[in-house]
């Protein structure tokens, strides 16, 4: 019988609350010190980057510029005191409303997107590769927010997780954490780690991992783009979804273009 499971958490702070609970499984060990694949000397060092925000990956992360808003301006016919011709029959009937007028007319496209980034690559990607497509995916948000729109921001991971040494291809583990809301400006400094930074794949989401699969000791990253859309529904009916294999093999140009569609 297929196994899912399904958290979904609505800030950062929330989902490390979530890290707090008893440990089941065993697939990430926090004294690991693996800085080169895990992208943190510590366990430690990862937290302060989750919860404070990481200043160096959003250093890396170039071209988004979160002031910037695109308004769209149109023009409208009013009868007023003044203007530039004038309303003949108002004029014969003696009213001092009697010119025509143009009233420009400014507004923005209020439309909300929910966009979901499933993380996670093989062991045998770089970590700037990481960064790399975690740039591209705020760029593509950015100019998306200049439009005009605006944006919930979902970090998300969808496993098959291994049990006992053994692929449990029954069984699907995942999980998602709003980073931005809508109603909230881009902060790049507090999603660069999630979005960017390996130690989020490499030891949070192995230490989630831990609190919800019993006798867990790996997992392998989904890509199958039907699978991905079904646990997308699942985090937000009929959001728009990306994932680092996408990222890196399409342009921002054809990434905008889907997610707008």
Known sequence: ??????????????????????????????????????GTKTHEEADK?????????AKIIQGCNTQKKHNRTTNAIKQDFCGFVPNVGAVVSGSPINMYNVKQTTYRNTKVLNIIYFVGASCATDKKELAKAGAKLLNVINTI????????????????????????????????????????HLNITKIAYPIA??????????????????????????ADTKEL????????????????????EQSEEDILKYILK
């Open 1 to 38: 019988m297929n196994t899912i499971i399904n958290e979904r958490y609505n800030s950062i702070a929330d989902f490390k609350k979530s890290l707090e609970r008893h440990e089941i499984g065993y697939m990430y060990d926090k004294r690991s010190t693996d800085a080169d694949f895990r």
């Open 49 to 57: 980057l989750l919860i404070n925000g990481d200043t160096f990956t």
């Open 145 to 184: 927010e200049a439009r005009g729109y605006k944006i919930n921001l979902f970090v998300a991971t969808c496993l098959i997780p291994q049990i006992n040494g053994r692929k449990r291809a029954d069984t699907r583990l995942n999980f998602a954490i709003k980073i931005k809301d809508s109603g909230k």
């Open 197 to 222: 930074h390996p130690s989020f794949f490499r030891r949070h989401c192995g230490l989630w991992v831990n609190t919800v699969c019993k006798d867990a000791t790996n997992s392998y990253t989904v």
């Open 229 to 248: 859309t079904a646990a997308a529904d699942r985090i937000c009916k009929g959001a728009k979804f990306t994932n680092f294999y996408t990222l890196s």
